[in-house]
């Protein structure tokens, strides 16, 4: 079995690894460089995330992860102030029904880490335009270069815009709901300062005060990244190694926006903070400026079912969840890799195997009317 990813994210990655290791010929195709697209700085990494990387990467690779996350969040602090001053006010526990306990993880370091030792798979600088069913169920898949490259299995791990998604379910819209995050992060050495990470320790904390909203959380890896690189993946040369700190992760909801540079995005975050309690102030006006994103919020409404094909889709391609996303996109691509899995040992059929997976998929992502 051959296999074509389209998309070089924390879904596509963490399946080319698992299928890899499966055996099976995959490569991905990203149309960004290597460094990627912003995407914001920290992912709350929680047990559908954990047991993914388990099951798909290399032990080493694991341990790289796991040695290099946050401390233990397993609620949410809901922040106030008394006499100008910030404090805690209540907790709400992580009990599954909205937020899951988990560990706070740095998105670009995670993704160096699934980029290592894939130098012969990954091909960047690859933008997909358009896929053909060949007599024989195979698949082309052609590029904006004039490449092409055939398959059993093209998956379309290309994120909320998705080109794989618009020529194959072309019903399947994205729904703009109007709103914008801005995102960002700050040395925790300059956000100390201000007390607030001592006061909320590991845990995320949201903050309502003055007319604003304000989300927060500190990463403390548990061990510096370069220590564990050698302890654990020496093969990885990153800067997202190098240049690793200890930070402040915080987010703010915004009204719709056009498209803004980081620097644009920091300004604007400034603006919104500048009535807040000074902790609250500093952590944004010490942020990294280059950093700062402003992220749209879509949705994507339930769906019928579709027939299953030889080209399926994995997290934000078809399923959009704000603040959890990389850890359905990397659940998809364990399920995924274990049916294809089956598929290349002749256990199953290829497309009820894919037929099954998307079942699954639909009913974790929209249990209410998916087959409406």
Known sequence: MRVIVIGAGLGGLTLAHGLRRAGIDVVVYERDQARGRPQGVSLHFDDRGTTALRACLPPS?????????????EQTLLLSEVDGEVTVSGARPADGTVARPGRQVSRRLLRAVLLCGLDDVVRFGKEFVWFD??????????FADGGMDAADVLVGADGIGSAVRRQYLPHVRVTDTGRHMLMGATPLRAAARGGLPALIGDSPAAARLRGTTMALGVHRFAEPPAAARDRWLPALHSPAIDDAEDYVMWALPAAREHARSPADSWRRARELT???????????????????VSLRIGAIPPMPPWPAGPVTLIGDAIHLAPGFGGNLAMRD??????????????ER????????????????????????
Not at 61 to 73: F, K, L
Not at 133 to 142: D, F, H, K, S
């Open 61 to 73: 690779h694991v341990a790289m992860a796991e040695a290099t996350m946050g401390g233990p969040r």
């Open 133 to 142: 069913r060949r007599a024989g169920g195979t698949v082309l898949a052609r």
């Open 274 to 292: 500048a009535d807040l309690p000074p902790a609250l102030r500093l952590i944004v006006d010490e942020a990294w400026p280059e950093l700062t």
């Open 333 to 346: 691509a364990h399920r995924l890799r274990d049916v294809l899995r089956q598929a290349d040992r002749g």
């Open 349 to 372: 059929e290829l497309l009820p195997a894919i037929g099954a997976y998307e079942e699954t998929m639909r009913q974790d992502s929209f249990p209410v009317g998916h087959s409406a």
